[in-house]
């Protein structure tokens, strides 16, 4: 590991640029392996690497980079082509270059590799044809030393912007200092006037007039310097707050150059044809958004090669082109970015959404029957929801899109659904900007400010009480011919108390009250208030750790007056006031322990089948093992089981046999069954879905919590 600490910081950044560097030009290169501009950047960027390397002693890294150097150099100057093979062939050099930096800069355990240096320039050398040499350019001329590009702290920016918006604070205080000097102008002018019109003894007045004349020349003046004071603060302010926000925002390419790689890995894992589109790279967020929403981002990918984009067979004989495109685009406001995730694939199934609900116990069937198609689809959202009638490595398991939800959510965002039954689908997601400042509107109840994001604020409007209604144990109005459920904030936050409640609020059916109605996403909601006091710019204070979740609240500002304002999470507002709702009185219930369920494993491996089995123990579950499949449908018959989990390859009968015979058996139609084996292809994938199993587990990338989260959704 390298010992210094800055070259260990160093090398990390600059090795990661570099492979990244490689990885996206190698993908061109297979497209265009003529490239000459291509052939440089990469040749510039394996020497640099290699370069790097021999500084630093990481002799392994250097050979490797310096075998690419080797093989793209001879492609540069024209002695040789490098076919697709080749460049393939360099995609597993790369990563094991990514192990080794990793064990150099110590976030992996280990000291000794363990890697076998790939001989890329000798295995690439038969695939390469001899070409006829190009002619070397004139050297150009050696340029004035210039740094274009120093690096900065991210911490370092984020304190500076911090202390950008309590400045911001600050001009907003002074501010107000200059409408309290207008209003002690305007008491100093009344005297003035008093004096002069006779209301006062002619000596008393004579007297306070010499006083008065000069305090308010001064006065005058005063409020002049400071109106010329404030103007300037507020100036360089907003250049400084600007600046600095400015210095955090990243091209959405830093984002989207991690997908091409993602994208191609994939497709070719399933045996599919997919060409990703990316467009406005350009387009800049603040940096705190693109590490977010990395993640999220993998996952739609995941979710439209997995789900959305069919085979290339079905999709010739659906009259498609045989290649999916799936298409990433950024678009920005001045306050926002939107980044979409598009695919041409088969779109949403608005039927078997419905029926995974309806099984899951998600929601009745008149809840269902009164839905839009809309929000009928918005139910891919919820955790752990999946229709996929197979579970695998890369998706099924009901994690992702709830995942894509809770990010954008958490960077106050919103996330949106358009789909087409066999057109496609895509996922919007709208986020701010900057995540330093929140433009909020400020509204009181019960004697308490909070603030409301301005992004979900639509409208507000007075409401008379008499127009309020009940629908679904929930205060309703009518906006624009269509129901809004409504409520008090005070009673949404717990906070209500009558004794302090505006008199407004009484229950004069006459009576009209404010109602602030918000969106989320595709709904909207009313929250009754006793006034709106303000719509202010401020700094969003995040919550300490030991608040760390705090239902209903993102954080915390300090308004002018001093006073600490909490800002309201209005999603959790929606979700509180959907809860809100008429219900029977409870039953009592006597509580039982419940039995433990029994499991059925069958495992050839005495190594593996003990493992899984303290593993499912552990986990609360009852196991009954079998050494092969003959023995395990044996033994299913000796009592009820609540779950089969299976290897594939045994003696006597295989998993998938197993399988096969055990859904012949109409007893048996409905039990779940987990297939765990070393068979993690596409095509063994395929054979299990065939055969009927419900989820796929492979052992190479084999995870425990995979294996009980099938276990938890299926059972």
Not at 43 to 58: N, Q, V, W
Not at 149 to 162: C, E, F, G, Y
Not at 566 to 587: E, F, G, I, Q
Request: negative net charge.
């Amino acid at each position: 590991m390298i010992e210094d600490k800055e070259l260990r910081s160093l090398f990390k950044i600059e090795s990661e640029e570099r492979l990244q560097h490689l990885d996206d030009g190698l993908l061109r290169l297979e497209k265009t392996p003529s490239d000459q501009s291509l052939l440089e950047d990469l040749f510039r960027e394996a020497h640099s690497l290699k370069g790097a390397a021999r500084m630093l002693g990481l002799a392994e890294i250097q050979t490797l980079a310096h075998q690419l150097e080797d093989a793209l150099g001879a492609a540069r100057k024209g002695e040789a082509v490098l076919p697709p093979e080749a460049v393939a062939g360099m995609y597993p050099t790369l990563e094991t270059i990514r192990r080794l930096v990793q064990m150099a800069i110590g976030e992996t355990a280990g000291t000794d590799s363990g890697v076998q240096e790939p001989e890329l320039t000798s295995a690439a050398r038969p695939w390469v044809e001899a070409i006829p040499a190009i002619p070397q350019a004139d050297v150009p001329k050696p340029q004035a030393f210039r740094i274009e590009m120093i690096r900065v702290d991210p911490k370092k920016l984020d304190a500076l912007l911090t202390q950008a918006g309590e400045l911001t604070v600050t001009k907003i205080r002074i501010a107000r200092r200059l409408t309290e000097m207008d209003e002690l102008l305007d008491y100093c002018e009344e005297w003035g006037r008093a004096v002069h019109s006779g209301q006062l003894s002619t000596n008393a007045g004579e007297r306070i007039a010499q006083r008065l004349e000069p305090l308010q020349e001064r006065l005058n003046q005063l409020r002049t310097d400071v109106y010329e004071d404030s103007a300037r603060l507020d100036f360089i302010a907003d250049q400084l707050e600007n600046g600095i926000r400015t210095l955090r925002l990243l091209p959405m390419s830093t984002l989207f150059g991690l997908f091409p790689r993602l994208v191609h890995d994939l497709a070719r894992d399933q045996h599919k044809e997919v060409e990703l589109v990316i467009e406005g790279e350009d387009a800049v967020a603040d940096k705190r958004v693109l590490e977010e929403m990395k993640d999220p981002l993998m996952h739609m990918l995941r979710n439209a090669i997995d789900h959305g984009i069919e085979a290339p067979d079905p999709r010739e004989q659906a009259g498609k082109p045989r290649a999916g495109t799936i298409r990433i685009k950024a678009s920005q406001t001045p306050a926002s970015i939107v980044i979409e995730v598009n695919d041409d694939g088969r779109g949403l199934d608005i039927e078997e959404i419905r029926r995974t609900a309806l099984k899951r116990g998600m929601h009745s069937e008149d809840e269902l029957a009164g839905m839009s198609a809309a929000q009928i689809q918005s139910l891919i959202l919820a955790p752990g929801f999946s229709t996929s009638s197979l579970i695998t490595d890369v998706s099924g398991r009901g994690v992702g899109l709830d995942v894509v939800r809770n990010n954008v959510e958490r960077l106050k965002g919103t996330l949106q659904i358009e789909s087409v039954p066999g057109k496609g689908l895509t996922l919007r997601a709208q986020l701010p900007i900057s995540l330093a400042t929140v433009r909020v509107l400020v509204a009181t109840t019960s004697g308490r400010r909070y603030a409301l994001p301005v992004e979900y604020v639509q409208f507000s409007r007075k409401v008379p009480l008499h127009e309020l209604y009940t629908m679904e144990g929930r205060q309703t109005i009518s906006i624009d011919g269509h129901p809004v459920s409504v409520a008090r904030l005070d009673e949404l936050l717990g906070m209500a108390d009558a004794g302090v409640r505006n008199p407004k609020s009484s229950r004069n059916p006459q009576t009209t009250v404010v109602c602030v109605i918000l969106g989320v996403g595709e709904d909207r909601f009313g929250l009754m208030v006793d006034e709106v006091v303000d719509e202010l710019e401020v700094v969003l204070k995040p919550q300490s750790k030991l608040l760390k979740r705090v239902r209903n609240v993102s954080g915390a500002t300090i308004l002018e007056t001093g006073e600490v304002c909490m800002v309201l999470n209005p999603h959790d507002l929606l979700k509180t006031l959907c809860k809100k709702s008429v219900s029977a009185a409870p039953v009592a219930v006597t509580k039982t322990a419940p039995a433990k369920k029994v499991l059925l494993l069958a495992e050839d491996s005495i190594t593996t089948r003990t493992q899984e089995k303290r593993i499912l123990e552990g986990a609360g579950y009852e196991v009954v093992t079998a050494v092969d499949g003959a023995d395990a449908y044996n033994k299913l018959g000796t009592r009820s089981f609540a779950a089969v989990v299976s290897d594939i390859q045994m003696p006597n009968m295989t998993g998938l046999a197993l399988t096969e015979k055990i859904r012949a058996n109409r007893k048996y139609a409905e039990l779940p069954i987990i297939l765990v084996t070393a068979l993690a292809s596409a095509e063994d994938q395929r054979r299990g879905l065939e055969a009927g199993a419900n989820a796929y587990v492979s052992k190479p990338s084999f995870d425990q919590r995979v294996l009980l989260d099938c276990l938890a959704r299926l059972i």
